[in-house]
């Protein structure tokens, strides 16, 4: 067995997208010896992923816990932002707001029950006409029925923010070992060049979490999304300022600008186990959908489909706690990986410390899955 030497408490990171990022990176600032398991960081699902900071557009009746969590999360997004600029680098934010668009009679139908949530639990979001949409973002389609106004729902360039995060992480001297983990065991990780003792391991492989833990096998599964990049031509309009989300036809979409010109058009969403492959239907329904939304990508250039597995829990909040001792679980984040990436890694930095985890964190507790499993 080979033993890392480092001071401080030694953790195993399992799995480098932005929850396994930020954990390494949020733990060696607090001092901890980290090192970072992953055959390919910065890749899989974070890099496939829109970059919404959406706790408000994502929310529905019956998911307040995953409402607070993300909300809890968006609150520290500012000064995780402003620390990784410091480690790292800029990931930058896009602090412009949300629309959500509704396209035809049951999609404005289904936007009004949203809106109707929001005003009940006191979120802040205003239904408005097509008129006052398309002013707020001038190049939408002039069919869409109604919007709700979202402003506090943000976004990130989830590529800038990967290649920040690798960065702050090498600056606090994580250590990356560039291969899978077969297995995980208290107070050890088991690779194919051998074992390696640690005093934690935090499990934070997305969608492959189930299959480290027996525990997690039936509490963990990958959710298929695919998504496009398209970029503006010089002779076309611009991609919206802000992000735009849409219900076309019971479906939803969204287009996330980049600065560069680019937009990420996403996302598909259904179970196919770990296929990755992009299908030619995800591609024509993804594309006809923002065409109707937002005409002008008609013309802009295709440069990029993707696939990517978002890992899902049964009831849509993540994993966030202690499995046994030296075990730390962070996975089933679902569609909010990168919004729920400052209040997971803060919630593991607190067990890894024996703290309280923050508390809307304390509901993503592994024990209510279990629980549930086991009747
Ligand atoms: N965060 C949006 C998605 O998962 O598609």
Redesign the pocket.
């Known amino acids: 067995m080979t033993t890392d030497t480092r001071n401080g408490a030694r953790v195993a990171v399992v799995g480098g997208g932005v929850i396994g990022l930020s954990v390494a990176w949020r733990a060696a600032a607090a001092g901890h010896a980290v090192t970072l398991f992953d055959p390919k960081p910065a890749a899989g699902a974070s890099w496939v992923?829109?970059g919404?900071l959406?706790p408000v557009a994502?929310a529905w009746p019956g998911e307040e816990a995953v409402l607070e969590l993300g909300e809890e999360s968006l609150a520290r997004w500012p000064r995780f932002v402003r620390e990784l600029t410091t480690d790292g680098a800029d990931p930058v934010m896009n602090t412009a707001g949300t629309v959500i668009a509704a396209w035809d009679p049951g999609d404005a139908a289904q936007l009004e029950v949203l809106a109707g949530y929001l005003r009940r639990v006191g979120r802040g979001a205003e239904l408005v006409d097509r008129r006052q949409l398309r002013k707020r973002v001038p190049g939408l389609s002039s069919r869409l029925r109604i919007g709700l106004w979202v402003p506090g729902d943000l976004a990130v360039d989830n590529r800038k923010l990967l290649r920040a995060l690798q960065r702050a992480c090498d600056h606090r001297g994580v250590r990356f070992r560039h291969e899978w983990v077969e297995a995980v065991e208290p107070a050890t990780v088991r690779t194919g060049s051998g074992e390696f003792a640690y005093d934690e391991v935090v499990l934070a492989a997305g969608a492959r979490t189930g299959m480290l833990h027996r525990e997690l096998k039936d509490l963990v599964r990958p959710l298929k999304?695919e998504?496009l990049r398209l970029r503006a031509r010089r002779t076309s309009l611009p991609p919206p300022p802000l992000t735009v989300r849409a219900v076309v036809e019971n479906r939803p979409l969204?287009l996330v600008p980049r600065t560069d010109g680019e937009v990420v058009v996403?996302?598909t969403?259904y179970e196919a186990g770990f296929d990755e492959t992009v299908a030619a239907g995800g591609v024509r329904e993804l594309l006809d959908a923002a065409e109707r939304v937002y005409p002008s990508v008609a013309e802009y250039e295709l440069t990029e489909a993707a696939a990517g597995l978002?890992s899902a829990s049964t009831d849509n909040l993540p994993l966030i706690g202690r499995l046994s001792d030296g075990v730390i679980v962070a996975t089933g984040h679902?569609?909010?990986?990168?919004l729920h990436a400052p209040v997971t890694a803060d919630a593991v930095v607190a067990l890894l410390e024996d703290d309280e985890p923050p508390g809307a964190a304390r509901a993503a507790d592994p024990a209510r899955a279990r629980k549930e499993a086991s009747v």
């Open positions: 992923a829109g919404m959406a994502e999304g998504i969204y996403g996302a969403q978002r679902y569609r909010n990986g990168l």
